[in-house]
């Protein structure tokens, strides 16, 4: 992958949590460095070791949705460098 | 537009007469309008609070809308979707189909439902008596959305 910014310079992907789930985390959406490429359940995961609510609202058997870059997503689905993550609980619109 | 979120009302015979207007192949022309109930798993409902997550709300709608005139023979569909402070009574959802032939335009007002449901980013947030809560996910609706694949 090419690195074009200096190895001092942090690469980060925005961070966005929604509804029950910014009430739960207590936080809407912050910046979260991440080395090269990774993945939505490589930092759900990473996510979890903050311990309290993080580990309890993010645990896999939650029911859990998740958008990168405004687009339904699923663990396996690439974020990179710019990107933005959304985190929400199942939508309940109509 | 054929895609809209609003905080106030709409008027949902004038957004049909809209996209009917000059198109003389139109036959049929399915209205849906979704309001807001006073009652919610047995508890009386005094408001309703709708968040969404701009930007991700229009890309999300005009997917569903896209696949359903792939999917389906109609000539035009529009969706308004309200946001905020809502009251029992209030319409929150109006979804708009025109087609040449009845059986498409229904079919197809009811895809775009089914999917929004699942699909767009919108969580109910209600006052009760007991206070307040953000409404649970059903799974009747995942089962509608399911009968679509």
Redo the contacts between chains.
């Keep these: 992958m090419m690195r074009g910014a200096p190895d001092s310079q942090v690469s980060v992907v925005r961070l966005v949590y929604l509804a029950r789930l910014r009430e739960a985390l207590g936080a809407s959406h912050e910046r979260y460095a991440v080395d090269g490429a990774t993945t939505v359940g490589a930092i759900r995961e990473t996510l979890r070791t903050r311990g309290g609510a993080w580990e309890s609202e993010l645990a896999p058997g939650r029911a859990l949705r998740v958008a990168v870059n405004h687009d339904l997503a699923t663990a396996d689905t690439p974020v990179a460098p710019g990107d933005e993550v959304a985190f929400f609980p199942p939508v309940t619109g109509g | 537009m054929s895609v809209r979120v609003q905080t106030g009302p709409f008027d949902a015979q004038a957004e049909a007469d809209a996209l009917r207007a000059g198109d003389l192949e139109v036959g049929a022309v399915v209205t849906f309008v ?1 309001t807001v109930r006073d009652l919610n798993d047995g508890d009386a409902v005094a408001t309703l609070e ?4 701009p ?2 709300t229009e ?2 709608l005009t997917t569903i809308v896209d696949e359903a005139r792939a999917r389906f023979d109609v000539r035009g569909v529009r969706v308004i ?1 309200r946001v905020g402070l809502l009251a029992p009574g209030d319409p ?2 109006l979804v708009v189909v025109t087609g040449r032939h009845r059986g498409d335009a229904f079919d197809a007002c009811r895809f775009v ?1 089914d999917y ?10 209600e006052r009760t008596p007991e206070g307040e809560r ?5 799974a009747a ?1 995942d089962e509608a959305a399911e009968r679509w694949r």
Excluded: C
């Excluded at chain 2, 709708?50 to 997550?53: D, K, Q, T």
């Excluded at chain 2, 929004?116 to 947030?125: D, G, H, Y």
């Excluded at chain 2, 953000?134 to 059903?138: I, K, L, M, P, S």
């Design positions: 979704g709708l968040e969404h997550y930007g991700m890309k999300a979707h929150i959802v439902m929004l449901k699942t699909r767009a980013p919108f969580w109910k947030r953000w409404v649970e996910a059903r609706d």
